[in-house]
């Protein structure tokens, strides 16, 4: 089993920045990708980001490529998102993610809410 832990949600202006961090515990040897979804009010959850854990590739959603970074520390077991010229629309529950294959996500974390306000 692996265990997911987020912090670094809150409320912040359109236009400005939060990281989101995600620690990862007990068998962290089963871990391929860790990824980063979220659910807006009233909406479906969706990728987000991911990253390889042994070779740092990463994938993002269109609509925050050059905005969002995840990054990894793998001495630490855990995975950040740096969230840049947030916009409203992102506005949802982030979810960290941990999986055995590149689109398997076999554990979640309890989500933290980021609210972004205009």
């Known amino acids: 089993q692996v265990q997911l832990v987020e912090s670094g949600g809150g409320l912040v202006q359109a236009g400005g920045s939060l990281r989101l961090s995600c620690a990862a515990s007990?068998?962290?040897?089963?871990?391929?990708?860790l990824g980063w979804f979220r659910r807006a009010p009233g909406k479906e959850r969706e990728f987000v980001a991911a990253?390889?854990?042994?070779?740092?590739?990463?994938r993002y959603l269109d609509s925050v490529k050059g905005r969002f970074t995840i990054s990894r520390d793998n001495a630490k077991n855990t995975v950040y998102l740096q969230m840049n010229s947030l916009k409203p629309e992102d506005t949802a529950v982030y979810y960290c993610?941990?999986?055995?294959?590149?689109?398997?996500?076999?554990?979640w974390g309890q989500g933290t809410q980021v609210t972004v306000f205009s």
């Open positions: 990253i390889n854990w042994s070779t740092g590739i990463t």
């Open positions: 993610a941990a999986g055995v294959s590149t689109f398997n996500y076999n554990w």
């Open positions: 007990g068998r962290t040897v089963s871990i391929y990708t």
